[in-house]
Structures are given as C-alpha cells and as structure tokens.
C-alpha cells in the first residue's frame, strides 16, 4: 500500500462509497475516466485510498455520477 494520510479510514469509507455509487449506475472504471476526463489509474487511487482528491475532483466525479457530493462524503 502507498501512502497512509491521516484520516486513512475517512478516504477508505469514501472510496467505497463511490464505487459502490458507481457500480450501481453500472459505471466502469473506464467509463467513468472517459465521462471526467480523469485518469482511469486516478480513479482506481481513489477508490483505494490511496490518494486523497481534492474537492474538484470529487465535484467533477459527482456531477458526472449524477449525485449531489455529500452522497460521495457523508460516510
């Protein structure tokens, strides 16, 4: 595992949550890079934890998930 932030279990709870999110649309990875113009790797990072997104990046996932942000944050 890459790096560990300090709110590593808070970035876990999220990158479960938008999988799950995305999985539910029936999303792929690769689809979801497409729609966002993000990295296929990137996502992946996020959905692991093993990056911590900023904020825009998390907006710009939601939009295209068509869910409001906190569905993504409020873990």
Known sequence: MGKQYKDQSYLQKVGLRLAQIRDSKKITQ???SELTKFDTRQIGRIE???TNASISIIKAIADKLKVNVSEI???
């Open 73 to 75: 944050l409020d873990v």
């Open 48 to 50: 692991r934890a093993e």
């Open 30 to 32: 690769e689809k979801l």
